[in-house]
């Protein structure tokens, strides 16, 4: 009995993961003030590498690199590093919700005192499937 419960503590723990899965790709757009429409794309490439792609009024493609002590510690190459910059913004509480597969985090920008939560959904999930079919 003993050995059984430590056996599934091993597994749900081996089964966590803080980042999504290699190769899933993660997709939202939203509306911001006076900026317009903006689709963002995320997608993990490998280990502790993620690309980001943001298309509509700001078009920029970059990379996030994780650490590999604490996957909540990362930096964002130069490319993004300037889009923040240029739009003094930023995002806070990154978070992967293993369960349901969805990325959330806030983006904040400081010029407008605009702040918004964010879910990117995975683009093969049935939630993702719906709401696209919905937005026909």
């Keep these: 009995?003993?050995?059984s419960f430590i056996y599934t503590l091993l597994i749900s723990?081996?089964?966590y993961s803080p980042l999504p899965p290699i190769n899933n790709i993660y997709y939202t757009c939203i509306t911001i003030p006076l900026i317009g429409k903006q689709d963002i794309l995320y997608e993990r490439k490998e280990k502790l590498i993620s690309k980001l792609k943001?298309?509509?009024k700001v078009n920029v493609n970059g990379y996030i690199y994780f650490n590999n002590n604490n996957y909540y510690d990362y930096t964002i190459d130069d490319n993004l590093n300037k889009i923040l910059k240029k739009y003094k913004c930023s995002f806070l509480d990154p978070y992967y919700d293993n369960n349901k597969d969805i990325i959330s985090f806030e983006i904040r920008l400081n010029l407008l005192r605009y702040t918004k939560k964010l879910r990117l959904y995975n683009i093969?999930?049935?939630?993702?499937?719906?709401?696209?079919?919905?937005?026909k």
């Design 124 to 135: 093969k999930s049935n939630y993702f499937y719906n709401k696209k079919k919905l937005l």
């Design 13 to 15: 723990k081996n089964n």
């Design 1 to 3: 009995m003993l050995l």
């Design 54 to 56: 943001l298309s509509g």
